[in-house]
């Protein structure tokens, strides 16, 4: 059963179907929770500090079939919400898992037949939603990962989105995976990027990562960095990845350790997903943080 979380706030509300795709580290679960409450709590931070405030509203459910309590929904159970957002996981999301090709058959249908439903996706979620609109997904070239506290340098197209004249932003990173090039209509599939004005921009680089985040005007929010990801979280999934053998660069898993405790820009980055639902980024100006 979806869990179900109402907005605190009086104001414009966003509804948010939030789609779990893994599980936190057992502590932070105790601490605070699933993947989706997280969420919720983060998003919910970010409507507080907007002007005007936002409300949200979420729903969550865990999409893992592989997994003990795992289902994907039908398309018929988003019709009340705005959009949906795909959280990080430990799986590939170029894999064939049976689950992810589901997933991936679920968001074809929303994203063909609801024009103004709202995509988003962290880490995992946003390389899912390139895949989708046909992107490439694979290992990075280097073969390492992107761990820690980094800084993304911002495209003008960022720099809009976040509101800011600052060059870059600075979030958590936790992944060896990577969208290799932007989607174009020419690559994406048939339907997916027709309609006009569906050109897919890249909002911020890393010397890792040539793709950080993908935008679509009122359509489509993506971050390959976490938003909500503190200092406890960072190095419990850091240590998860050791533990499982996917991060053997023992030296370099410390130094990204070492930097959990640094402030990061996830605030920032997730007011601005909550203006997807509800403006047009395109011709506002910059405000200074």
């Known amino acids: 059963m979806a869990q179900h979380y109402e907005p605190e706030l009086d104001s414009h509300t966003v509804r948010l179907m939030v789609l779990e795709t893994d599980r936190p580290h057992p502590d932070t679960e105790s601490e605070r929770g699933s993947f989706g409450a997280i969420v919720h709590h983060h998003f919910s ?3 507080r500090a907007h002007h005007p405030p936002l409300g949200v509203q979420t729903d969550q459910v865990f999409v893992v079939t592989e997994e003990e309590g795992g289902r994907i929904p039908t398309a018929d159970e988003f019709r009340d919400h705005d959009g949906l957002l795909i959280t990080g996981s430990m799986y590939d999301a170029y894999g064939d898992n049976p689950w992810i090709l589901d997933l991936l058959a679920l968001l074809k249908v929303l994203w063909l037949t609801r024009p103004d439903f709202h995509f988003t996706g962290v880490c995992f979620g946003h390389q899912l939603l390139a895949r989708l609109l046909g992107a490439t997904v694979a290992p990075a070239p280097s073969g390492d990962w992107e761990l820690g506290h980094c800084r993304i340098d911002l495209t003008p197209a960022g720099q809009r989105l976040f509101r800011t004249r600052s060059p870059h932003i600075h979030l958590h990173q936790m992944h060896q995976d990577q969208v290799m090039a932007v989607p174009t209509p020419a690559t994406a599939p048939a339907g997916m990027l027709d309609d006009a ?3 897919v921009a890249c909002w911020g680089r890393s010397e890792h990562t040539p793709v950080q985040g993908l935008y679509i005007p009122n359509r489509l929010f993506t971050t390959q960095a976490h938003l909500a990801f503190d200092e406890d979280m960072v190095r419990r999934q850091i240590q998860m990845r050791v ?3 996917g991060i ?3 030296e ?4 990204a350790a070492e930097t959990a405790h640094l402030e990061h820009d996830g605030v920032e980055v997730a007011k601005a997903i909550l203006r997807l639902f509800v ?4 011709g506002m100006g910059y405000e200074r943080r």
């Not at 370099?252 to 130094?255: G, L, Q, T």
């Not at 403006?279 to 395109?282: A, G, K, L, T």
């Open 243 to 245: 533990d499982s053998g």
């Open 279 to 282: 403006y047009d980024e395109d």
């Open 252 to 255: 370099h898993a410390d130094r």
């Open 197 to 199: 004005g569906a050109e």
């Open 45 to 47: 931070k970010a409507g």
């Open 248 to 250: 053997r660069d023992l």
